[in-house]
């Protein structure tokens, strides 16, 4: 069955590329709501914005959408996967900014009240986007693709990344996102930075609210940020729990399996295009019960939340 969240659920910090404060509070939602963000700081005309790819923009470092009024919210990527990678499907998110607070860089500020505030079924049935044929985007930086998934498997995930910096260095993941493998295994991953970068995101108005507590930051073979990295290999990880959460917009979970080379937002964003401009890749179906057992969030335990210092 379809799911929303038990009881309202409020954050508050600040929006990472912005650096103002945002207070950020989901609330539940009807069946086939679906998740929508809504500005409480503008006038409730225009003010709604779907969770949704097609209403995504172009932005390098981020996820930010934007509805026909203009209005925007950007950093949704965290958020969308901590719902996704905890089976809610239905959620309302005020927020009174545009930029979600980035918390500490992770999903896991989110993935915690989720899990302790409690995921609530609703009466009526899942569909899911099941992948037919392949369909992948190339750029110059790398690719990114998605597959028929194994029979009677979900959704499953292969990245890889290669930078120079040792402290990244390359790196392999692959993970299928059954029985709250979300949870166990990314959720806690932050997202990072090559500290030569800080100075030309800064100066293009981006990161200014970066930290070494709310971003891993890397330079050459050391890791900057206090009390090092969660995971050996965090930034594939986190990758990762970006991808989660940009293919969260296509608007239901998807059967498949994604593969990402090098690839980023824009990339994720543009292989959704590319699947929805393909009718034949693709068809949605109501889940049955043993697909429901294989999906984000299935099976999700809160004693299963990573602990670290
Ligand atoms: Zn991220």
């Given amino acids: 069955m379809q799911t929303t969240i038990q009881s309202a659920i409020t954050f508050k910090g600040f929006g990472l590329h912005s650096g103002k404060p945002a207070c950020l509070t989901i609330r539940p939602a009807e069946a086939d709501h679906g998740i929508w963000f809504v500005r409480t700081d503008i006038s409730a005309e225009g003010a709604k914005i779907p969770a949704r790819w097609d209403v995504v923009q172009t932005s390098p470092l981020c996820t930010l959408i934007r509805n026909d009024a203009g209005a925007t919210v950007s950093t949704v990527e965290h958020v969308m996967a901590a719902l996704a990678g905890c089976g809610v499907h239905n959620a309302l998110i005020e927020i009174d900014g545009p930029e979600v607070p980035i918390l500490d860089g992770s999903s896991v500020p989110f993935v915690r009240k989720i899990l302790a505030c409690g995921v609530k079924p609703l009466d009526a049935p ?184």
């Fill in 126 to 309: 899942v569909f899911v986007i099941e992948i037919l044929a392949p369909v992948s985007v190339q750029t110059d930086q790398g690719w990114a693709r998605l597959s028929p998934s194994e029979a009677g498997q979900g959704l499953e995930m292969d990245f890889h990344i290669d930078f120079v910096d040792r402290a990244i260095g390359r790196q392999n993941k692959h993970l299928n996102l059954a029985n709250g493998a979300f949870v166990r295994e990314l959720c806690d991953s932050r997202t990072f930075c090559r500290a030569a970068d800080v100075d030309a995101m800064q100066a293009a108005g981006k990161a200014l609210g970066g930290t070494y507590e709310n971003a891993v930051v890397v330079d050459g073979d050391k890791v900057l940020s206090p009390g090092g990295l969660r995971h050996w290999d965090e930034a594939v990880r986190h990758k990762m729990l970006d991808a989660l959460g940009d293919l969260a917009l296509a608007g239901a979970p998807i059967v498949g399996r994604y593969e990402g080379h090098k690839a980023g937002h824009a990339m994720t964003n543009a292989l959704l295009h590319e699947l929805f401009a393909n009718k034949s890749a693709y068809r949605i179906v109501s889940c049955d019960a043993a697909l429901a057992l294989k999906l984000p969030g299935a099976g999700v335990e809160r004693n299963e939340i990573p602990a670290f210092h």
